[in-house]
């Protein structure tokens, strides 16, 4: 599967964004779609799964309550919906997908990456 993400840009803190990510490939449907994000100088970090119903979301303890995941997967994409953003959620953000329908937050669960959007947030 080919993952597209798109969505980025230079906001204020306060501001929403809303990151989209298309598949493409293979059958979208049954995979889990997951965002992470990495910041300059900083390890990966988990920000939010989405399991192939939509039935299931998690979400990494910085972002909790601040964004939200959905999918359309008649259109084979996934969103991710960020409120409330700050400064230091600046960083590049990739969509993945797990053709094993884990909605997890490990990083190694999915084999499917995009080349990610960038994500500034000023103060």
């Known amino acids: 599967v080919q993952l597209q993400a798109s969505g980025g840009g230079l906001v204020q803190a306060g501001d929403s964004l809303r990151l989209s990510c298309a598949a493409s490939?293979?059958?979208?449907?049954?995979?889990?779609m997951a965002w992470f994000r990495q910041a300059l100088g900083k390890e990966r970090e988990f920000v939010a799964a989405?399991?192939?119903?939509?039935?299931?979301?998690t979400f990494g303890h910085s972002v909790k309550v601040r964004f939200t995941i959905a999918r359309n997967n008649a259109k084979n994409t996934v969103y991710l919906q960020m409120n409330s953003l700050k400064p230091e959620d600046t960083a590049r953000y990739y969509c993945?997908?797990?053709?094993?329908?884990?909605?997890?937050?490990?990083?190694?669960?999915?084999?499917?990456w995009g080349q990610g959007t960038q994500v500034t947030v000023s103060s």
């Open positions: 490939g293979r059958t979208f449907i049954e995979y889990a």
């Open positions: 993945a997908a797990d053709r094993f329908g884990r909605a997890s937050g490990l990083g190694s669960n999915y084999a499917y």
């Open positions: 989405i399991s192939w119903t939509g039935s299931t979301t």
